[in-house]
């Protein structure tokens, strides 16, 4: 059984910086293709951003330019580099592989006020 768990996540002014980590247990992290996804408040999780095995990247839209992800295998580790956040980024971000195949850690609280 894999487990996530996300940190990181806190209270920041719009525009500021968060940087958001999730440490995955479990023996094929390096082979996976992993995902940042966020939960607004009366919203359904959406995917943000996911990065693949040679590290391959894609983004939402709404993050773009913004937002990096990064990974480092040896540590079973991935990363949410989440600059210029807007009050919309206000969420509980967790991660997952892509598509979400393990259960839901408790994610990490992100809020950006205005």
């Known amino acids: 059984q894999v487990q996530l768990v996300e940190s990181g996540g806190g209270l920041v002014q719009a525009g500021g910086s968060l940087s958001l980590s999730c440490a995955a247990s479990?023996?094929?992290?390096?082979?996976?293709?992993m995902g940042w996804y966020v939960q607004a408040p009366g919203k359904e999780r959406v995917r943000v951003a996911i990065?693949?095995?040679?590290?391959?990247?894609a983004y939402a839209d709404s993050v773009k330019d913004r937002f990096t992800i990064s990974r480092d295998d040896a540590k079973n580790t991935v990363y949410l580099q989440m600059n210029s956040l807007k009050p919309e980024d206000t969420g509980v971000y967790s991660c997952?592989?892509?598509?979400?195949?393990?259960?839901w850690g408790q994610g990490t609280q992100v809020t950006v006020s205005s």
């Open positions: 997952n592989t892509f598509p979400p195949q393990h259960k």
């Open positions: 479990g023996s094929n992290f390096s082979r996976n293709v």
């Open positions: 990065i693949g095995p040679r590290s391959t990247r």
